[in-house]
């Protein structure tokens, strides 16, 4: 079966620190998504990409950075990890505009 | 700016009664795609229902239906004999121009025995 995986589930990590979040999906979705998720504001778009070299701002892109090299993977990368970025991240793919299908997220902490 | 708006942070319903979680949205617009996720404790983002701008008819997936009213751009969720597994917290979401989704801020709802 298709799914969407997401590695570490947990992750906890220090102030300036860089940290790599892995979203793998089998698919073969040409959308790809992160979004971040916090108490009060429901789920925000972070960077999202439409097709392989393609790679797009969101809402909340600040300290946060894409790349997709082929149609299975977006790796999401903090730079330096900020106390502000503590939250759980989602990772999801499409095709069109139909159903998004979620990872099932990844708890990290910045200490 | 394309806003989600869900008014009722909390609910609680008993089980076997009917319940309703309003959302309002605002776009400029004319076709667009609506959604209800739950995601209950476990943390998985499940869809619950979905509903096509162009289309009049109300959507229905076994005991949950939307009532969608473009003009007033609100999209509220019935869940009908709620059951205890419908605990979760509920999010709209609407896709308008490009593929991402925006999401309100959630209703946690409560189902008590």
């Known amino acids: 079966d298709a799914e969407i995986t997401q590695s570490p589930r947990h992750k906890i990590t220090e102030t300036g620190r860089q940290v790599t979040l892995a979203c793998h999906q089998t698919w073969n979705h040409n959308n790809m998504f992160w979004y971040r998720q916090d108490l009060g504001h429901g789920l925000r778009l972070i960077h999202y990409?439409?097709?392989?070299?393609?790679?797009n701002k969101g809402e909340v892109s600040d300290g946060y950075s894409v790349s997709r090299s082929n149609t299975e993977d977006l790796p999401l990368t903090l730079e330096s990890a900020a106390s502000s970025q503590t939250s759980v991240y989602f990772c999801a793919s499409s095709e069109y505009q139909s159903e998004q299908f979620f990872g099932p997220g990844t708890r990290l902490t910045v200490l | 700016a394309q806003t989600v708006t869900q008014s009722q942070p909390e609910m609680s319903v008993q089980e076997a009664e009917t319940v309703t979680l309003s959302c309002t949205y605002d776009?400029?617009?004319?076709?667009?795609?609506l959604f209800w996720y739950k995601q209950p404790p476990s943390r998985q983002m499940i869809l619950v229902i979905r509903q096509e701008a162009y289309k009049q008819q109300n959507a229905t997936e076994n005991r949950f239906s939307v009532n969608f009213q473009k003009a007033a751009k609100s999209f509220s969720l019935k869940i009908s004999d709620s059951q205890l597994g419908d605990t979760a917290m509920y999010f709209c979401a609407f896709i308008a121009s490009g593929y991402a989704l925006n999401f309100g801020k959630g209703t946690s709802l409560l189902v008590t025995p």
């Open positions: 990409s439409y097709g392989v070299q393609d790679t």
């Open positions: 776009t400029s617009e004319n076709n667009y795609y």
